[in-house]
């Protein structure tokens, strides 16, 4: 629908907060911008696959329609759950009560979010012919576990390049909550992460050299990760689509099928089947206890299967 679309549906959005904001005291700002987002990104979803976005005339057959592209998509149920109670609020907002109490078959949602890579897929992506953006992209996730809007938030004043460490600026209230990184100093590819780093900010500086060729009074932003139009320089909005889009494209070039989550998850798995303390991963995940990271990394069902089939009874020629 294009951009006509997208303004209409910050006016609308606009209107779904204030409405929100009159039932729901004290929303913090933080809340707030992630409902915008949630409903953004699932807007040009909808968009994408030619179903109606205008609030006043979404109803029971877009409902359906969003639900099966989840479904086929495998998208975790609490996070299609989020994203259809912000598409209500939207048309709420709009006077559109048509799939209020519409109920939607979920399946149970035992272990959201429990897919990871091989370490042989891992290898894959660590191994392959990308550019230096799409390196640091893989190696934030993958190596170092950030989250998508941990990565968006990076500044370059973030890399303590002396001490070896990342400052992360996460999710939370606010501003979001600090945590320190340390930098992995492995001489594989992909695992070096001052090296990545360099890399990565040789190429940034190339763009802004030729942005500012092309415009000199062009705008830096203070954001690490940033891209180039054709006079001006852009940093990745929060709502990850543009990360995602670039994740598909590494996932399209090297064949192997991932999600930021995914890279996320792998890492978190990978070291604690190295023998990492699940506490040590909590910290470096950003989580406030360990039975988030358990279940966020699929830990507290599946290997729990792992040892109930190591039962085992013997033999009748044992007895």
């Known amino acids: 629908m294009g951009k006509p679309a997208e303004t209409r549906w910050e006016k609308y959005i606009d209107n779904m907060i204030a409405k929100h904001l009159e039932d729901t005291p004290g929303l913090t700002a933080r809340t707030i911008s992630d409902y915008k987002s949630s409903i953004r990104s699932l807007l040009r979803k909808m968009d994408k696959h030619g179903l109606e976005t205008d609030p006043a005339l979404i109803g029971p057959k877009e409902l359906n329609a969003i639900y099966n592209i989840f479904q086929e998509e495998g998208l975790a149920v609490s996070t299609g759950k989020d994203y259809v109670n912000a598409l209500k609020l939207?048309?709420?907002?709009?006077g559109n009560t048509s799939i209020e109490k519409k109920k939607l078959p979920w399946n149970t949602d035992y272990r959201p979010c429990a897919d990871w890579l091989t370490k042989s897929e891992s290898r894959t992506l660590l191994n392959a012919d990308l550019n230096p953006e799409q390196r640091v992209l893989i190696h934030l996730e993958l190596c170092l576990g950030l989250r998508r809007i941990d990565s968006v938030r990076l500044k370059v004043e973030y890399i303590d390049w002396k001490q070896k460490k990342l400052t992360v600026l996460g999710k939370g209230h606010g501003n979001g909550k600090l945590r320190v990184v340390d930098f992995i100093v492995k001489d594989k590819p992909g695992m070096n992460t001052e090296k990545i780093f360099r890399e990565y900010i040789e190429y940034r500086n190339t763009m802004i050299a030729l942005a500012k060729a092309r415009n000199p009074s062009v705008k830096?932003?203070?954001?690490?990760?940033?891209?180039l139009t054709k006079n001006n320089l852009g940093s990745f909005s929060e709502d990850g689509v543009a990360i995602d889009n670039r994740i598909k494209a590494i996932s399209d070039l090297t064949g192997?099928?991932?999600s930021n989550h995914t890279?996320?998850?792998t890492f978190g798995?990978?070291?604690?089947?190295?023998?990492?303390?699940?506490?040590?991963?909590?910290?470096?995940?950003?989580?406030k206890d360990t039975k988030t990271t358990l279940k966020y990394l699929g830990l507290d069902k599946v290997d729990h299967s792992d040892h109930m089939n190591m039962l085992d009874f013997g033999d009748d020629d044992d007895d």
């Open 90 to 94: 939207y048309c709420f907002a709009a």
């Open 220 to 227: 830096v932003p203070d954001r690490l990760l940033i891209y």
């Open 256 to 258: 192997v099928p991932f």
């Open 263 to 265: 890279l996320r998850r």
């Open 269 to 287: 798995r990978t070291l604690f089947h190295s023998g990492v303390k699940v506490e040590d991963i909590a910290a470096i995940l950003g989580h």
